[in-house]
């Protein structure tokens, strides 16, 4: 099956610094969307970006669906950012209605130092 | 908008004992999903419903049972819990599933089972 791997695993920042988080997938895709999850377990949806750039705040996606991975910039971080951020795509269904399968990657546990 | 909601937030159960817990979302969407999520570990699928009046299999099924009660509604059913099935439960929605197009999912907050 689709494997998704993201890294680093662990990172640690001191606030106000830049990252980079990468997501790999091994096939084809529908979607790709990124997510944090706070230290409260919610999830929070950051991005859907099956292709192309996008930015929202401190935070931009890009996504190179021909060379099967997606970048996380977090620029300036904050405390608030601690958390896990998980990618995650969707597979491609074979048939109309079978699509919508969301696999996960294992996250990137980000903790920010104040 | 609440988007989506789930009930209960937490849980513990002993082991045979059965549960359902409800998930409902106000975004007129078409498609919901199950996840549950383990310590360390990104969400897996357990059951998903493309449609109303339809439900499929995802990747961790076993122990567990759905209803798509209305277009709103999306039941996860655990017949006879077992510690094994200890985790963090997550339901999800988008507007629909297609074969070329992905759509965007919104995530529940959660529901916390412990099975004793």
């Known amino acids: 099956g689709i494997q998704v791997e993201q890294s680093p695993p662990d990172l640690i920042l001191q606030e106000g610094a830049n990252s980079t988080l990468r997501c790999n997938f091994s096939?084809?895709?529908?979607?790709l969307q990124w997510f944090h999850q706070n230290p409260w377990g919610q999830l929070i949806n950051l991005f859907y970006?099956?292709?192309g750039t996008k930015q929202n705040g401190r935070l931009s996606a890009t996504t190179v669906a021909t060379e099967r991975y997606s970048l996380l910039y977090i620029s300036s971080s904050q405390t608030t950012d601690s958390g896990v951020y998980f990618c995650?795509?969707?597979?491609?269904?074979?048939?109309?209605?079978?699509?919508?399968?969301?696999?996960f990657g294992q996250g990137t546990e980000l903790s920010v130092k104040p | 908008n609440a988007g989506v909601t789930q009930t209960p937030k937490f849980q513990v159960l002993k082991t045979g004992q059965s549960m359902t817990l409800q998930c409902a979302q106000d975004?007129?969407?078409?498609?919901m999903y199950w996840y549950r999520q383990d310590p360390g570990m990104g969400l897996r699928l357990i059951y998903y419903?493309?449609?109303?009046?339809?439900?499929d299999k995802g990747e961790v099924p076993n122990g567990y049972n759905v209803s798509r009660l209305n277009k709103r509604e999306f039941s996860l059913r655990l017949e006879s819990a077992a510690p094994s099935q200890t985790s963090v439960y997550f339901c999800a929605s988008s507007d629909r599933t297609g074969w070329r197009y992905g759509y965007e999912q919104y995530f529940g907050p959660g529901t916390r089972l412990t099975v004793t």
């Open positions: 096939d084809s895709v529908n979607n």
């Open positions: 419903s493309a449609s109303e009046g339809t439900t």
């Open positions: 975004m007129n969407h078409n498609s």
């Open positions: 970006i099956p292709s």
């Open positions: 995650a795509v969707e597979l491609r269904g074979l048939i109309y209605n079978q699509g919508g399968k969301l696999i």
